[in-house]
């Protein structure tokens, strides 16, 4: 039954499940406990089966509540009445069922449990304890189905099964475990049951019938169950249904508040690959919940890519925020849009947000604080120096509750020591120092951060202070203008100086000299720089910069030039336009590729020996040589041009183009053609009712799709295989991407069989009687290969002994066929023989001899002559007890009987009495 569906099936697991790893994970879809994990739990009390559609098919006393209850109801400890759910925690201290928690909680003052004695109701199939329905299920997606069991009863037979059946044809199974614990009773001296678990597992396969639009998970009773057998008592607890998922990991980001959050997830791209039979048109979605029960409102709808990591994000985060900004769960769900709904067909994962403060992120510098008593006032809050060391406080302001996140940047002080050196009476760094010896000195640099500047470093100085000496140098001579020891002198004259070489001060004279200042003119062309060094663009005559020169007594003189520009000869050939087949020639330069070009040639002038500039706009215009590769089908028209013919042409256009440039359009046309020819296997276009054919398309080219009517499902459309039911008219139609098409249609005859009956077969005569009916007549009748006949009834003679095969041929090739055997008859001789003529046994009797005409009958006397021999005895004409027609004296005579119809041969003697 299961062998279209790609099913694998649990089994009881007897200690902790190993197996290889993987990394999809398993989502639950239906839970089921009953029950808790303390003495008042209400979900167990409050719970009531009879308002449970899944629990049972048969009409059950439906009984919610605990085990006291019933019992007090029950009137006492007794037996649970058969098709009776009880939810308990133990036996109560009755003694028929051992005592012990449910599968969860093994403590008996604890967990619940169901407590089920199935009766004779559950023997008939389809009835069962508990079932859970689902929508559809998408092809590739796996399911696994499980709860877990322990026999109650101290008897053995305890077994249960789980089964998976089509949701809309609920007679139809499609999977089924069965778990047997009739070797796991439970110990009457230990206090806990001795719990199983049972697994189904199942995919919907591609290959199978079923179209996954709705499944049921069955718990039920084995095929074999029997409720007269003793010990089918048992508990259920922890009935769950998983789905095989891809695994999704959530990144863990830093809820700041009132600052953007992106909420993102990792799922492996193989994973998804595995469960979407098309990435491309996946969605994902984001939705949020105050709490995981729902109900979930949309936030955010994205479509998958391969770099994708589903993210969404929280544009200002706030914890008390309901509307899907703060703390609550968000669910991730990953699906194609038309499974969006369907909790089977689609990825889900839930992201809980439980921020217990509102973050803020803070920076602080240690220079902020005056001293370690002191605050820092930022926030609504007064930080102080040691909040800032631990790196966070929680506070309060205007009622909404904070944690600061502090950032703490204490001051750096640099291990490295630098030395300075001063005289006295100098100042270093703002300050004059009028001792001397060493002095320590810190002085901070400031490094910006990101959040802030902070005092980062102070820089530790080791400042000596000396006495000055005085020393007498040589003069200096510069001239007017220069710097000379740090002074810029603006007259001629001598200046007493002195030069601070650290505490060595050197006395000596500075002595300035004058410039000399000189005019000359200087001819130039436009655009060439002037003995200044400056360019000229413009025509005319201009004072040009001073020129610099070194006199003979080292210092500079002036020679102030005047500048006469000569202006640049233009000449402007306007717009040249060509073909890019002929090009144009511009200042030694062919100009061939379609565009526009700006060109400018210099020369020189030969009247002005000054730059000449030609200029020109040239346009060279495009020559089209293109090929178009063009699809058809045959029997179109195309440039005028009908196409009957499967293959290739060529099409070429030449023609100007605006600018008159020689052009070429080529078309590369390919004609295609669909050839479609259906017919029957052997050419045969008639079958017989319950036989089936292939229909044999001819298809060229073979790989264009194929549509049927009506439509047929096969793995080979070309070679699809039918069996019709009545005469029925196949049509293909067979359409490639262009729109070619072909259909052809084939019409297969479905005749009736004739029907074959045996009326009698006799073994004595070694015949059979038949009757044909139906079909189409004439019949040929055969036995075994041998043509026996056209007769529709007839009785046939001379069968040989044995099983023989009996068939019917009629017009149409149909046939019908039955068996029947001709059974062996024992020979019997009588053992004596009375001939004295009163027509009783005068003749020696032999029973069944007459149904072998070939058998051989010898008779000897004691001597063992031989006095009596004759093929095809008969009783009627057989031996009267004469030899040579003397009658023989009474005595006993000896017989050998062959049979060659059954290859058997019989001795024995008899007697003859007078």
């Known amino acids: 039954m299961n062998r279209n569906f790609y099913t694998y099936l649990g089994v009881l697991v007897l200690s902790l499940f190993c197996g290889v790893a993987n990394a999809m994970e398993w989502r639950t879809i239906n839970y089921l406990d009953f029950g808790g994990n303390s003495e008042d739990d209400p979900n167990s009390i409050a719970w009531n089966m009879a308002d449970d559609p899944s629990m049972g098919t048969t009409q059950m006393d439906f009984f919610g509540g605990s085990y006291d209850d019933y019992l007090e109801s029950a009137g006492g400890c ?35 449990y169901l407590m089920f004695d199935p009766s004779d109701a559950m023997e008939v199939p389809g009835t069962y304890i508990y079932e859970y329905q689902l929508g559809k299920v998408c092809v590739g997606v796996e399911l696994r189905f499980s709860i877990w069991v322990a026999s109650v009863s101290y008897d053995g037979n305890c077994k249960i099964d789980l089964a998976v059946v089509d949701g809309n044809q609920p007679d139809r199974e499609l999977a089924r475990v069965t778990g047997d614990f009739s070797n796991d009773l439970p110990d009457k001296d230990s206090d806990v049951l001795n719990w199983k678990e049972i697994e189904l597992f199942f995919v919907n396969d591609a290959n199978s019938d079923f179209n996954g639009d709705k499944l049921a998970f069955r718990v039920t009773m084995p095929s074999d169950f029997r409720a007269s057998l003793p010990g089918n008592d048992f508990g259920i607890d922890d009935l769950l249904l998983e789905v095989h998922q891809p695994s999704v990991t959530f990144s863990k980001p830093k809820f700041v508040y009132m600052k953007p959050v992106t909420l993102s997830a990792d799922v492996q791209t193989s994973e998804l690959s595995s469960f979407f039979a098309d990435l491309s048109t996946v969605k994902y979605w984001w939705s949020y919940s105050e ?9 955010y709808e994205g479509t998958y890519s391969s770099d994708n990591k589903f993210s969404y994000t929280i544009d200002k985060f706030n914890k008390d925020d309901r509307t899907g900004k703060g703390n609550g769960v968000y669910r991730l769900t990953i699906a194609n849009p038309e499974n969006k709904d369907n909790e089977v067909c689609s990825v889900i994962k839930d992201f809980k947000i439980e921020e217990v403060n509102n973050t803020l992120e803070l920076v602080l510098c240690e220079g902020m604080f005056e001293d370690e008593d002191s605050v820092v006032d930022t926030l609504g809050h007064k930080f102080t120096y040691e909040e800032a060391l631990d790196g ?101 004259g001598t200046y007493p100086d002195t030069l601070f070489e650290g505490c060595t001060h050197r006395a000596r004279n500075i002595i300035v000299l004058d410039e000399i200042r000189t005019s000359v003119d200087f001819y130039v062309c436009q655009g060439e720089k002037g003995p200044d060094g400056k360019v000229y663009n413009e025509a005319g005559t201009f004072k040009g910069e001073p020129i610099v020169e070194v006199s003979q007594i080292g210092c500079d003189s002036f020679v102030d030039p005047n500048i006469i520009v000569t202006g640049k000869v233009e000449v402007d050939l306007g717009v040249v336009e060509v073909c890019d087949s002929e090009g144009h020639e511009f200042d030694g330069k062919i100009y061939s590729e379609p565009g526009e070009y700006d060109v400018v040639a210099n020369g020189v002038s030969a009247v002005t020996g000054c730059d000449s500039v030609t200029t020109a706009h040239i346009i060279v215009n495009k020559s089209y040589l293109s090929e178009v590769d063009t699809l058809i089908c045959r029997d179109q028209i195309l440039f005028g041009k009908e196409y009957t013919k499967a293959g290739y042409d060529t099409v070429r256009f030449d023609y100007k183009t605006v600018a008159g440039c020689d052009s070429v359009e080529i078309y590369n046309i390919t004609i295609l053609d669909v050839q479609l020819k259906l017919r029957a296997q052997f050419d045969v276009n008639a079958i017989c009712f319950g036989q089936q054919t292939n229909l044999i398309v001819d298809l060229i080219p073979s ?3 194929l549509n049927w009517e009506p439509e047929l499902r096969d793995n080979n459309p070309l070679r699809p295989v039918i069996k019709p039911s ?113 027509g009783i046994n005068d003749t020696w009797q032999i029973k069944n001899i007459d149904v072998y005409p070939l058998s051989v009958v010898r008779i000897y006397d004691r001597t063992g002559r031989l006095i009596f021999e004759k093929q095809g005895y008969s009783n009627e004409t057989g031996w009267d007890g004469t030899y040579n027609g003397a009658p023989m004296p009474s005595a006993d005579y000896w017989y050998e009987i062959d049979v060659e119809e059954i290859d058997q041969q019989y001795y024995g003697h008899f007697t003859l009495l007078r």
């Open 703 to 705: 790989n264009v799709p």
């Open 726 to 838: 009545e005469t029925t008219t196949y049509v293909a139609h067979a359409r490639n991407s262009v729109g070619c098409h072909a259909t052809d249609s084939i019409t297969i005859d479905v005749n009736d069989r004739p029907t074959l009956t045996i009326e009698s077969v006799s073994d004595e005569t070694r015949s059979v009687s038949y009757v044909v009916e139906g079909g189409t007549p004439t019949y040929t009748i055969y036995v075994e290969e041998k043509e026996m006949g056209n007769l529709a009834s007839a009785t046939l003679s001379g069968m040989t002994f044995g099983e023989h095969e009996i068939r019917v041929v009629d017009t149409n090739a149909c046939d019908a066929s039955a068996s029947f055997v001709i059974n062996k008859l024992d020979v019997t001789p009588d053992g004596s023989i009375t001939p004295n003529g009163d």
């Open 78 to 112: 007794a037996v649970i009445p058969n098709n009776v759910y009880v939810v308990l925690k133990s036996n109560r201290g009755c003694n028929d069922f051992h005592s012990g928690g449910d599968h969860t909680n093994r403590d008996p003052n604890k967990g619940y």
């Open 291 to 299: 709490t995981e029960d729902g109900p979930f409102t949309e936030l």
């Open 392 to 492: 966070g406080t929680t506070y309060t302001s205007d009622g909404v509750k904070f944690f600061a996140d502090i950032t703490f940047r204490k001051v750096k002080v640099d291990s490295t020591s630098n030395r300075e050196e001063i005289c006295k009476g100098e100042a270093f760094s703002g300050k004059k120092y009028d001792k001397t010896g060493r002095f320590e000195y810190r002085e901070p640099e400031v490094t910006p951060y990101k959040d802030g500047e902070c005092d980062s470093l102070i820089v530790l100085y080791y400042l000596d202070v000396k006495e000055p000496t005085v020393e007498k140098s040589g003069d200096v001579v510069g001239c007017i203008g220069k710097e000379i020891n740090g002074r810029v002198f603006d007259k001629a």
